[in-house]
Each structure stands twice: as structure tokens, then as C-alpha cells.
């Protein structure tokens, strides 16, 4: 049975650069997914079981949205969360 895992990282975004710049702050979007569904997942599971949901909560959706499409942040801090059902909720870490 999988048990509910809680881990903070710092994500870089620097690859939304290389994108079209009305791109960017989707692309950073993908790239905190990817980067979380990468580091959240377990070592023996199989690759179906690997293809989790990732949540993004409102309020990272709003920072990297802040400085508009064309110029979101070069790195976060996320709050990553994986439930026992597989979900992954990422969220800003309270500081």
C-alpha cells in the first residue's frame, strides 16, 4: 500500500525560454507536471500506475501567471503532495 508522501522542490522553468514567447506560461505549466510526476513516483510500480494525476492549485496557477504569457518565473518552490489514491496535488509551500 502507497502512503501519503509530502516533499518541497524547486522547479526550474529555465526550457520556457526556449518556447515562442505567447507560449511560455502554459509550457511552465507543463514543465511543473512533468518535473513532479517524474520525482513523485515509486521505484517497483508499473508504467501504467506511473502516469499520475498532477493538481495545480489556484494559487501557483496565479504566480506563474502574474508577469503575463510572456515572462513567467525562472524557478518556483512547489509543495508536491501524492495521496494514497495516486493524485498529486502541487501547491506553494507555506513560509
Same mark, same amino acid.
Given at each position: 500500500?502507497?502512503?501519503?508522501?509530502?516533499?518541497?522542490?524547486?522547479?526550474?522553468?529555465?526550457?520556457?525560454? %526556449? =518556447?515562442?514567447?505567447?507560449?511560455?506560461?502554459?509550457?511552465?505549466?507543463?514543465?511543473?507536471?512533468?518535473?513532479?510526476?517524474?520525482?513523485?513516483?515509486?521505484?517497483?510500480?508499473?508504467?501504467?500506475?506511473?502516469?499520475?494525476?498532477?493538481?495545480?492549485?489556484?494559487?501557483? %496557477?496565479?504566480?506563474?501567471?502574474?508577469?503575463?504569457?510572456?515572462?513567467?518565473?525562472?524557478? =518556483?518552490? =512547489?509543495?508536491?503532495?501524492?495521496?494514497?489514491?495516486?493524485?498529486?496535488? =502541487?501547491?506553494?509551500?507555506?513560509?
Amino acid at each position: 500500500m502507497v502512503e501519503e508522501l509530502e516533499r518541497v522542490f524547486t522547479v526550474p522553468l529555465t526550457v520556457t525560454r %526556449n =518556447v515562442p514567447k505567447t507560449k511560455r506560461a502554459p509550457r511552465a505549466i507543463k514543465e511543473i507536471k512533468e518535473f513532479v510526476r517524474q520525482h513523485m513516483i515509486d521505484k517497483g510500480s508499473d508504467k501504467e500506475e506511473q502516469q499520475k494525476d498532477v493538481w495545480i492549485d489556484f494559487r501557483l %496557477n496565479e504566480l506563474i501567471w502574474s508577469r503575463g504569457i510572456e515572462n513567467p518565473p525562472r524557478k =518556483v518552490r =512547489v509543495k508536491a503532495i501524492r495521496f494514497e489514491d495516486g493524485l498529486i496535488e =502541487v501547491s506553494l509551500p507555506e513560509e
